[in-house]
């Protein structure tokens, strides 16, 4: 379905509830499986979270046959899921997803827990998905990884280090990237009763077998979703403002970085018990703004967007990751900003964009699959109209965003 935007009677104050982190609901359904008493609130309703939610049912040990397991695009699912089933034993799935899922890697992971003992192997390409995972009780201790790899590696085997029988010990060799997605890991572990140390650029996760304490968990609306709404406030006129929650002022998420960052575009954020009001207190416009986002790569796209609907000049660095995600997410900047008017270059972890003073309405954008495309565009509607393609990919982080928006004065026709 396609979609046109614009933005003519915007509501100066709105208040939305933003579904839990899908970052945080994620690595909780995990912990979940692993230990039943688990309770958790405000858990994500992302297609993300239901496709691992899904996986994570099959308690069927003795099936007779292979279960296969399609997680689509889900990124985080893949990841996740390889090093949960690696330690089912006596249980073997393969886990597939869409041919986008194919092309992304993965040898990384399943070498590291191969390493640990683990029985994985490809049915296809060499180093991709759909994978075969024999389940089996993993006693070896120690792998080592390179450290700038996604933190999602990691996460997954931090996730099962407690059930290995000896706990696990990881070692990050270099400078590690998105350290804020290994803490926040290690935060959801330690909050469970899981003891960890983390000293330079070791990991030791203790084995924990015991049952955990029964109480409930609320997960944290997720601050990736929350951008969008930085981002249409820095776009809107002075005085404008919206409330979301709920939210923490000391989050575990890397993405709350928002805070900071927006504050170049005006925009203010005002923590009021659990909720957050996002609030345009002034038109500024630096000379450049020059970013290192490798914590918090996912913001990226609507940070550019946002400085190229501004008439801002950006560099950004720190991007490595996006070439992996749903789509190359630099060369779909790249391509779609160029449709608007940019002038942008990218390298394999780098943008730039050269300041502009003119947004050409009326633009098809192409999303290529990709959630995180469709929603960082949307906020240019405040400018001018433009078209978002395929906008039922929001489903995959965010399925209300399209009823959010009209909350606030987007006017939304179908084309």
């Known amino acids: 379905m396609n979609l046109k935007l614009s933005y003519n009677l915007p509501t100066i104050n709105s208040n939305l509830q933003i579904s839990g982190s899908k970052s945080e609901t994620n690595r909780l359904l995990v912990l979940q499986a692993l230990y039943p008493n688990l309770v958790l609130e405000n858990t994500s309703n992302s297609d993300d979270s239901e496709v691992m939610l899904n996986a994570l049912s099959i308690t069927n040990h003795q099936s007779p046959t292979t279960q296969i397991i399609d997680v689509h695009h889900a990124g985080t699912a893949m990841r996740f899921l390889t090093a949960y089933f690696a330690i089912q034993d006596e249980k073997e799935v393969v886990l597939t997803g869409s041919a986008r899922m194919k092309e992304r890697p993965i040898k990384i992971l399943v070498d590291a827990l191969n390493q640990l003992g683990a029985e994985i192997t490809y049915e296809e390409q060499t180093g991709f998905p759909p994978l075969r995972i024999k389940g089996k009780k993993l006693s070896k201790t120690k ?24 706990g696990l010990e990881l070692t990050l060799e270099g400078e590690i990237t998105s350290v804020s997605y290994i803490k926040m890991t290690l935060a959801l572990l330690n909050e469970i009763g899981v003891k960890t140390v983390f000293e330079d650029n070791t990991i030791k996760v203790k084995h924990h077998q015991l049952p955990i304490t029964p109480h409930p968990i609320s997960v944290e609306s997720d601050w990736s979703s929350a951008s969008y709404w930085y981002s249409i406030v820095a776009l809107s006129d002075v005085g404008f403002q919206v409330t979301l929650s709920s939210y923490k002022e000391n989050s575990l998420q890397g993405d709350s970085a928002l805070v900071e960052i927006y504050k170049n575009f005006g925009v203010e954020t005002i923590f009021n018990d659990k909720n957050i009001t996002l609030h345009k207190v002034e038109n500024l416009k630096p000379a450049t703004l020059k970013l290192e986002l490798n914590t918090c790569p996912d913001i990226a796209q609507t940070i550019a967007v946002t400085c190229f609907g501004l008439g801002i000049s950006c560099q950004l660095t720190g991007l490595q990751t996006l070439k992996i995600k749903e789509t190359d997410r630099l060369e779909a900047l790249k391509t779609e900003l160029t449709k608007l008017g940019a002038t942008i270059s990218v390298t394999n972890n780098s943008l730039t964009l050269e300041q502009s003073e003119n947004i050409k309405p009326n633009i098809r954008i192409s999303t290529y699959q990709d959630h995180r495309m469709a929603m960082a565009f949307a906020p240019l509607a405040v400018k001018v109209p433009i078209i978002i393609e395929e906008t039922e990919v929001v489903s995959k982080s965010y399925p209300a965003f399209w009823e959010d928006v009209k909350q606030i004065g987007f006017t939304i026709e179908k084309i």
């Not at 792998?143 to 000896?166: D, G, M, R």
Request: no cysteine; hydrophobic share 50%.
């Open 143 to 166: 792998v080592t990884l390179q450290a700038n790899v996604s933190s999602q590696y990691i996460s997954a085997l931090l996730l099962i280090a407690p059930k290995l029988e000896n």
